[in-house]
Nanobody, 123 residues
Framework: VQLQASGGGLVQAGGSLRLSCAAS????????MAWFRQAPGKEREFVSA????????YYADSVYGRFVISRDNAENTLFLQMHDLKPGDTAVYYC?????????????????WGQGTLVTVSS
């Protein structure tokens, strides 16, 4: 599967953004999907994941209650709705897909990656 992330931009603290990740292919529903982010000078970190069919969601503590992950398997699209953004959320956000069982939180367990979209939150 090929992934294309979009929706990043510059937003003031407290604002909202919605990221999208369009997937090619007809097997999108077969992947656990996730968002990761990497801030300048920092390691990539897990943000959120969603299961294949049931849509169970998982979040990093740092974004819990502010971000909402969702997917539309009919449209082969993954979303990340971000609210109450903080300067600490500034990063390149990547969507990723995994064929592994469970819901991995390590980037090593994800097989496919989008190119990333930059989110900048000003104070």
């Amino acid at each position: 599967v090929q992934l294309q992330a979009s929706g990043g931009g510059l937003v003031q603290a407290g604002g909202s953004l919605r990221l999208s990740c369009a997937a090619s292919g007809r097997t999108f529903f077969g992947y656990v999907m996730a968002w990761f982010r990497q801030a300048p000078g920092k390691e990539r970190e897990f943000v959120s994941a969603i299961t294949r069919i049931s849509g169970d969601t998982y979040y990093a503590d740092s974004v819990y209650g502010r971000f909402v992950i969702s997917r539309d398997n009919a449209e082969n699209t993954l979303f990340l709705q971000m609210h109450d953004l903080k300067p600490g959320d500034t990063a390149v956000y990547y969507c990723a897909g995994s064929l592994r069982s469970g819901v991995p939180r390590s980037g090593r367990d994800y097989d496919y990656w989008g190119q990333g979209t930059l989110v900048t939150v000003s104070s």
